[in-house]
């Protein structure tokens, strides 16, 4: 907690960001997003869509595995339910792109409560593993159906939104990053609520937080679907981006690398998921800079996919045996040493 | 009704379900000592296949070396991992050690890319190529076998767990770390023994399977279908690993011959969804009560 | 053995009322035919030794058992049937045994997630936080603060995460949080266990605060002989699960079965003799 934070009324304790530093910090962090898209080349503006798309996806996943405590291996299969639905939308019904992004969320919420309601009601073990069939059930359907375009998938034309075409990551970027802030400002809200704080007893005593009023199978489908919905949205976002969509753009390597990013950035804290999507998101490009400057680099690029995959899962057990709280935790370390020099002995 | 095809298949169903039961025992064995969940079982028998890749091919070993030189790399590997992943995570929450599966799960997969590339490789032939019939119906050599070791592995396994004193270690263990501990039990060595011994049979199971069907780096994904099998059968039951093994293998071939290859995995979780509805326990898995 | 209840008979319902509860796991007899009434504004303490049932027939009653046989009955309504998550919100509060904190949460949110039962605030309300949601949380806050944190005294820790705290305190923010449940009858399990002297006397005191202040009912699980002869109106004794006396403290004390039932079997009457030495001996310190 800071020192020097005096509160008058209950209100503004309750505020997200309550002290001047945070303040100041907050109106770094929006001067630097504003700015950004204006001084950056395309390169980085196509890395930051793409960390936001990561931050929004993994803020989705760290409401369900970090606060809640329940393993999803599905991630990247309620993104492509979210991104096909967004896809489809746009190719034979050309409705808007807001009311896109929301059927996404919604298709891939409606997936999240199939799979949750037969597997919920047990230990949350089974989820993680109904999960991982869900992955593998709708990769059969997005390849086998004509109405999803079976294995060549589909391609999108640009996004239209507010009379502009959308075709630039420029562009682009002032669509995502918007929608990217408000899904973290409604994940903060919703812990400052008796919804999140239902969501940490469940993972932390779920027998002891339904003697205290919780009902169980209701929180976790609500936390289940929430998560999925922000996959939804986050495969929307996706679909915008790339626009192509095949079955193979979302596989369970894809979960892996968002619960992934979860752990190493903090489970259970806002920042650590936008450390660990933002950490992640870099690692690949990092390997392929890595390897671009090594003596044999050309020869060495067939070798890239393997070891990000060995890289991601070493990660996870690096990170889960040695800094469980992750970067975020990192990051408080640093700051308290800050706050407390030139104190320390 | 062709009833000789039927039986055809529900034979090779039966016969593959011994190899699902094998596999499904190490998982039991790792669950029922350790309490953990080893969502990496399907890349653990891939990298005992790997391991005997090695050894019989590249290092090209007489076939008599070869497999107790693999089975004991892969339960180095499993002493390796309990050592590194599974004790200092001891007392955390299980998701923390469920995720830690997750990564192992990569990082075996991308070690195999790396080393060996993604492509299908075969193994040497380990068992004469001649059909095996019983009455009309043919059986693949290969499966045949295969399901025997299998058979002949899980027997002995169960006579030891039942009458070696360390199964009953084991069993203790699982159940009350700290009394056991206090009865004289050297937990530690229990565990790695248990990791140890899952990685074997592993091991085993992975190379009976590369056998038949070549390995490569997506072999984990009969991993996916264990992990139905022990849920079926009761995550901490050795009972339920056979049972769920037979039933599973039978599935999927009906599935396999009726409805077309690709809809084998689909049968196997729409069966996993049902069970999880019916009885989410399992066929033999404990209820465990939870005191407040 | 059964004394009739304090204050005279009057037609006046009981709070919680248990019938016939037998609860059964297998072979293993938690609870066999235990029946009982406790009164609305008294203070109630079961007790027993080590394994007769009572943790069991509190978790009866929070609905976390389904018993074998038997009903309960609260405020009038038969409950056997309510699903556990439903018996907060009908005015059921309990603490637990063993510290049933939520370490990942600060003191003061462990407390708001008493009153969840009675929030209103959905989903959609809570992703917006304008309106409802927010309203909702400060006049939460505003309430734990003037009315619980202020009377169990821990203002000082509100933002401290809970695992940080030493034994005792915990305890009490257990207890504020039970009161947060804006509950008509609080169960207590063993409110005072690993406590020294000078914590169980504040403990006493807020239990004894919470029946006058509050009108709320109580019901404990209570090993500690002084607080169970000083504080309770009615005290249960169950030994093997089953009920074997019940009264008033000073009844029950000297029942023979309840003595042997502590002490073991030998000669009850020197051991009656002994005990009220022991009791007389500290009602004179």
Known sequence: MRIGTLKETYIADAALFDSRTQKVWLALAAGVLLLFPF??????????????????????????????????LGQAAFMGLGAYTVAILELRVGSPLVLNLLAGGFVAMLGGLVVGIPSLRVKGLYLAIATIAASFIAHFLFANSAFTGGTGGLTLPPAKFLGLVLDTSFRLYWVIVPV?????????????????????????????????????????LLSFGLSSFYAG?????WAYFFRVVTPESFPLSMSIFFLAAIIVGGMGSMLGAILGAVFMTMVPELLKLGVALLPHGAELTVFLSPVRTMVFGLLIIGFLVFEPHGLAEVWRRVRRFFHLWPFRN | MDWAYLFEISLTGIASGGLYALAALAFVMVYKATKVVNIAIGEMLMIGAYLFFTCAVTFALPLWLALPASLLAAGALGALIERTMIRPLLGEPPISVFMVMVGLSSVLVGLVELIWTADQRRLPELVPNTPIMVGEAFLAPKVFYGALTASVLIAVVLLVFRFWRG????????????????????????????????????????????????????????????????IVGGLDSVLGALVGGLMIGLIEALAGAYLGGEYKLLVTFIVLVMVLMIRPYGLFGTHEIERL | METPPLGGAVAVPPLLQVDALTLAFRGVRALSDVSFKVASGTITAVIGPNGAGKTSLFNTISGFYRPTSGRVHFKGQDITEVPTPLRAKLGLGRSFQNIALFRGMTVLDNIKLGRHAHLKTNVLDALFYMGRARREEAALRADIEERIIDFLEIDHIRHAPVSALPYGLQKRVEMARALAMQPEILMLDEPVAGMNREETEDMARFILDVRSEWGVTVLMVEHDMGMVMDLSDHVIVLNFGQLIAQGAPAVVQGDPEVIRAYLGSGDVGDLRQRLHAGIDKREAA
């Open chain 1, 180 to 220: 990217t802030v408000l899904m973290l400002l409604g994940a903060a809200n919703l812990f400052r609520t008796r919804v999140g704080r239902a969501f940490i007893a469940i993972r932390d005593r779920d027998i002891s937080a339904e003697v205290l009023g919780i009902a169980l199978l209701r929180y976790k």
């Open chain 2, 167 to 230: 199964g009953v270690a084991l069993r203790a263990t699982a159940s009350d770390p700290a009394a056991a501990y206090s009865m004289g039990i050297n937990v530690p060595r229990v565990f790695s023994l248990a990791w140890v011994a899952s990685a074997m049979i592993a091991a085993v199971s992975g190379i009976i399977v590369g056998s038949i069907g070549g390995i490569s780096s997506s072999m984990g994904v009969f991993g996916l279908s264990v992990l139905v099998v022990v």
């Open chain 1, 39 to 72: 001084m950056a080349t395309d390169y980085w503006l196509y890395l930051a869509c793409l960390v936001s798309i990561n931050v929004a996806s993994a803020c989705g996943l760290n409401i369900l595995t970090g606060y809640t405590g329940l393993v999803s």
């Open chain 1, 233 to 237: 949205v986050a495969g929307g976002l």
